[in-house]
């Protein structure tokens, strides 16, 4: 079992849309946890981070934890084609790396 | 601020041969990180520095890869012999090495085994 899952998709939303896109993980270890997106031939780019268990809102994005059932969510509103990426889940314990999901392909129709 | 810069952008070589990879951080960053993406697959840790001293080189295939980070600033990263399963994305990351500051990452070197 991969420590952290991910919906590889790919998911295709029409423009203005709310996105909803969600990872599992199994380590109880882990304390931070972020979403990056990932364009095509770039490197993963940070989007949210988070500490713990709760909701960080950032414009368009809000990103939530639940530890109590290792889930983690990230919500797109509004979403636009310029959204259309892989978005990556990740986790870690703290000062070590990072552990990521395999990313969800997401394609935002105009 | 400048981001973590790396080079080349692509590289191909064929099996057997070596290649290097070479990693600049962003500037006082004390932790350094290398990164292996397979087409389809989320990056996979290889080694993980902290000033000029490796915390977590566990899952670094150490038959052909190497890495180091002499001075503490940039790194280079090397695979001899390449095998074709070596074809992928090498990313390399930065944090402050604080645990609550997160990691960036540069845009990668494309690598292809003929």
């Known amino acids: 079992q991969k420590e952290v899952e991910q919906d590889p998709g790919p998911l295709s939303v029409p423009e203005g849309a709310i996105v909803s896109l969600n990872c599992t993980y199994s380590n109880s270890a882990f304390q931070y946890f972020m979403w990056y997106r990932q364009y095509s031939r770039k490197g993963p780019e940070l989007l949210m981070y988070?500490?713990?268990?709760g909701n960080k809102e950032d414009g368009r994005f809000t990103a939530q934890v639940d530890k109590s059932s290792k889930y983690i969510s990230l919500f797109i509103r509004d979403s636009q084609p310029s959204d259309s990426a892989t978005y990556l889940c990740?986790?870690?314990?703290?000062?070590?790396?990072?552990?990521f999901g395999s990313g969800t392909r997401l394609q935002v129709q105009p | 601020e400048a981001g973590v810069a790396q080079s080349p952008r692509y590289k191909i070589i064929e099996k057997r041969q070596s290649v290097a990879f070479w990693c600049n951080p962003i500037?006082?960053?004390?932790?350094l990180y290398w990164y292996q993406q397979i087409l389809g697959q989320g990056p996979k840790l290889l080694i993980q520095f902290q000033n000029n001293g490796v915390v977590d080189d566990s899952q670094l295939p150490k038959d052909r890869f190497s890495a180091e980070r002499l001075k503490g600033v940039d790194s280079t990263l090397k695979i001899q012999p390449a095998k074709l399963e070596d074809s992928a994305v090498y990313l390399c990351?930065?944090?402050?090495?604080?645990?609550?500051?997160?990691?960036?990452f540069g845009d990668g070197t494309r690598l292809s085994i003929l």
């Open positions: 990740a986790s870690s314990t703290g000062r070590r790396a990072l552990t």
């Open positions: 500037s006082g960053h004390a932790t």
């Open positions: 988070t500490y713990s268990s």
């Open positions: 990351a930065s944090s402050s090495g604080q645990s609550n500051q997160p990691q960036h």
